[in-house]
């Protein structure tokens, strides 16, 4: 099972990720919080932060507020 998906173009480099910051995991989804079907929306989880990717926009929550 692949769970490190490669993300789309120039994504990576908008997550803003910190210095020995790296991502563990990113996969796809398809289906967003209010049950749409949705494209190009991963889920990129780092060191430090889960990034939530859909379309070109992100929303990053850092793991320690969580």
Do not use: C
Not at 3 to 15: R, S, W
Not at 57 to 65: E, F, G, P, V
Request: no cysteine; aromatic share 10%; net charge negative.
């Amino acid at each position: 099972m692949n769970l490190k998906y490669i993300l789309p173009p120039g994504i990576e480099n908008q997550l803003g990720l910190s210095e020995g910051e790296r991502i563990y995991y990113s996969v796809p989804f398809d289906v967003d919080s209010n049950g749409n079907w949705t494209d190009d929306s991963f889920i990129a989880v780092t060191t430090e932060k889960i990034h939530v990717i859909k379309g070109g926009d992100i929303t990053s929550y850092n793991i320690r507020d969580l």
